[in-house]
């Protein structure tokens, strides 16, 4: 495998392209605006010209792991690759619709994964004539410095498909752990609560946003509180996987803080708006 397209330019997919392009591969970056992909590739510079001072690779390194990324705004550029990676927003429907056209336009060996940090990879994976090529790769964010993959198994999902994307996720310097479908799978059924009983907390007037994150990074070791981290995940995204927990497992003990819904029916969703439990002014 060299050839890999990643759809959606955000945070999490332009992350992902460019670990996938420093290890080599040759990336399309797809998303429906041409804004949104220079957008994208501008991070990604940024990113690499980060590390490249702290002494992680050189500057000519970094301008290679650049020249192998390429945009595109039409799902024809996954007709050559072997391995899609969906990194769309966290909405069902959004990412069934993806799937659906990543199915008809991709060579039928290509593994079709998703980067959901939620939503069912078997319900996903429906959507196409080949669940068996259907796998989540769930990346943490910041993409290109933390380690953990979650390789999600979806009921059809193959062994051969499994193998092979563990394979890959070792190829890119980091480490995959194998989990079954389930919602939230781990990371976001463990954690989401955590950060949903800390809005509570803030909520009911227990603690500000700062000591609740202090009492957490000095007490539990957390090299970051469950607010500050809310707010680089993102509100928006906290309350979509709280609603899959809700829907998916229990409604009572996974209901959302009403503060993280009033927040993000604000606008208030964090780095990405400058505000959420803090002000950003980067």
């Known amino acids: 495998m060299s050839k890999m397209a ?13 670990v996938f392009a420093q290890h080599g591969w040759t990336v399309t970056l797809v998303d429906v605006a041409d804004d949104v992909l220079a ?61 659906e056209s990543l199915d008809r336009l991709a060579p039928k060996g ?59 996720v070792q190829a890119l310097g980091k480490t995959p752990v194998e989990v079954n479908d389930a919602p939230g799978f781990v990371s976001n059924r463990v954690l989401m609560p955590m950060i949903n009983e800390a809005i509570f907390c803030v909520d009911e007037g227990v603690a500000t946003p700062e000591a609740v994150d ?22 928006d995204v906290c309350l979509a996987i709280m609603k899959v927990l809700q829907d ?10 009403p503060l993280l819904e009033k927040m993000v029916a604000k606008g208030q969703l964090g780095r990405k708006s400058g505000q959420g439990f803090y002000v950003y002014r980067d």
């Open 39 to 99: 957008r994208g590739l501008k991070i990604i510079e940024a990113n690499i010209a980060r590390l490249v001072k702290k002494g992680a690779g050189s500057k000519e390194q970094g301008a290679e792991t650049l020249s192998r990324i390429q945009t595109s705004t039409s799902f024809d550029a996954v007709k050559n690759v072997d391995l899609v990676v969906e990194a769309a927003t966290e909405n069902p429907h959004t990412k069934f619709d993806i799937f």
């Open 110 to 168: 290509t593994i079709l994964a998703s980067n959901t940090s939620s939503i069912s990879i078997t319900e996903i994976a429906k959507q196409t004539r080949r669940p068996d090529r259907v796998i989540g790769m769930h990346f943490m964010n910041p993409v290109p410095i933390m380690k953990l993959v979650e390789v999600i198994r979806g009921q059809e999902t193959s062994n051969d498909t499994v193998k092979r994307t563990v394979e890959i």
């Open 6 to 18: 990643v759809v959606g330019a955000g945070t999490m997919g332009n992350g992902i392209a460019h």
């Open 248 to 257: 998916g497992l229990d409604e009572q003990k996974y209901r959302p803080a």
């Open 214 to 235: 202090q009492v957490m990074k000095l007490g539990m070791n957390h090299p970051l509180g469950p607010l500050a981290l809310a707010d680089l995940i993102g509100l």
